[in-house]
């Protein structure tokens, strides 16, 4: 059964800083790997999505990586703002699916002035 | 204007009550999910639908009913509702044609059962 993990669960950090969140998930047999973006009240708005045969995906200030074989994904965020606050959650779609998302718990961030 | 609508958005009821969350939506996608998200928790799939005569359960789909009206609408149902049914709850549209495919949230039911 496919899991997928968040770390860390929150983490705050100053304005500026680049930060990463780390996403696993335990079985290599995916199709694609989803970042959200959760906003309270305005549901999750998809960042990026980086599909099995693809290394990462760039878009703007963010940066996600696959690494399908040790079943890990990170989401690299430069120049951190407090518009960046949100909870980022990642899901992946497994390889047997065409419609199925399994998601993590998510990261909760908060990016201080 | 919103491509996905949930109504209400925010709901109170007491246990025993039945309920209905409402889902529109305006990308003219044929499938349509309903999920529901607790704290410290990932989102779990309640039912989908592919087209208006195809309904699925998905992971939890105990204690919930959907209903199919149009390609536009989808409502989730809780017969009976319990105090562990209390969660924010997402609507969410997909085009499995497109590539790369993706899924599109509403904004979410706030639901809490006394």
């Known amino acids: 059964k496919q899991e997928v993990t968040q770390i860390p669960a929150a983490l705050s950090v100053p304005e500026g800083e680049n930060l990463v969140l780390n996403c696993s998930f335990t079985?290599?047999?995916?199709?694609?790997l989803q970042w959200f973006r959760q906003d309270p009240g305005k549901g999750l708005t998809s960042l990026l999505l980086i599909q099995s045969s693809q290394r990462e995906q760039t878009s703007g200030r963010l940066n996600a990586s696959l690494d399908k074989s040790s079943g890990r994904s990170t989401l690299y965020i430069a120049a951190s703002q407090p518009g960046d606050s949100a909870t980022y959650l990642c899901?992946?779609?497994?390889?047997?699916?065409?419609?199925?998302?399994?998601f993590g718990s998510g990261t909760r961030l908060l990016v201080r002035p | 204007d919103a491509d996905v609508t949930q109504t209400p958005r925010n709901r109170i009821t007491k246990t025993g009550k039945r309920i209905m969350l409402e889902c529109s939506q305006t990308?003219?996608?044929?499938?349509m999910y309903w999920y529901r998200q607790d704290p410290g928790l990932g989102l779990r799939l309640i039912y989908y639908?592919?087209?208006?005569?195809?309904?699925n359960k998905g992971e939890i789909s105990d204690g919930y009913s959907v209903s199919r009206q149009a390609q536009a609408k989808f409502s989730l149902s809780l017969e009976s509702a319990i105090p562990n049914q209390t969660a924010l709850y997402f609507c969410?549209?997909?085009?499995?044609?497109?590539?790369?495919?993706?899924?599109?949230f509403g904004p979410g039911t706030r639901l809490t059962v006394l």
């Open positions: 990308k003219g996608h044929d499938r």
């Open positions: 079985d290599s047999a995916i199709y694609n």
């Open positions: 639908s592919f087209d208006v005569k195809d309904i």
């Open positions: 969410a549209t997909g085009n499995g044609e497109q590539s790369p495919d993706t899924q599109y």
């Open positions: 899901a992946v779609r497994p390889g047997d699916s065409s419609y199925k998302l399994i």
